[in-house]
């Protein structure tokens, strides 16, 4: 069973940054592609982000492309994503979620496509 825990939440203004990590509970971590989503108030899950296993590639949503940066430490087991020049509309709940891929270089953009989510962690942007 894959847990993952996400931390780094918090309440920042509008232009600051905010770094989340996603500490993921398996011994081949590596062979997992990890992804970050969003829920805000109101509106369904989005997605934000995704690193494949292998660090090989990384893509991103349009509303957070130049300003959110994923990264992984496979030696850790852990996921980030650092978010610069944050937005009111950034505020949500963020979703770290993992789908097993031996390929190390394939990464999913959709929530369907993955198996394993954290329980989320607040993010809230003040004007």
Same mark, same amino acid.
């Given at each position: 069973?894959? !847990?993952?825990?996400?931390?780094?939440?918090?309440?920042?203004?509008?232009? *600051? %940054?905010?770094?989340?990590?996603?500490?993921?509970?398996?011994?081949?971590?590596?062979?997992?592609?990890?992804?970050?989503?969003? !829920?805000?108030? *109101? /509106?369904?899950?989005?997605?934000?982000?995704?690193?494949? *296993?292998?660090?090989?590639?990384?893509?991103?949503?349009?509303?957070? /492309?130049?300003?959110?940066?994923? %990264?992984?430490?496979?030696?850790?087991?852990?996921?980030?994503?650092?978010? +610069? %020049?944050? /937005?009111?509309?950034?505020?949500?709940?963020?979703?770290?979620?993992?789908?097993? +891929?031996?390929?190390?270089?394939?990464?999913?953009?959709?929530?369907?496509?993955?198996?394993?989510?954290? !329980?989320?962690?607040?993010?809230?942007?003040?004007?």
């Amino acid at each position: 069973q894959v !847990q993952l825990v996400e931390s780094g939440g918090g309440l920042v203004q509008a232009g *600051g %940054s905010l770094r989340l990590s996603c500490a993921a509970s398996v011994s081949t971590f590596s062979t997992y592609c990890m992804g970050w989503f969003r !829920q805000a108030p *109101g /509106k369904e899950r989005e997605f934000v982000g995704t690193i494949s *296993g292998g660090d090989y590639n990384r893509y991103y949503a349009d509303a957070v /492309k130049g300003r959110f940066t994923i %990264s992984r430490d496979n030696a850790q087991n852990t996921v980030y994503l650092q978010m +610069d %020049s944050l /937005k009111p509309e950034d505020t949500a709940v963020y979703y770290c979620a993992a789908r097993r +891929d031996f390929s190390l270089v394939r990464y999913y953009t959709t929530s369907s496509d993955y198996n394993y989510w954290g !329980q989320g962690t607040q993010v809230t942007v003040s004007s």
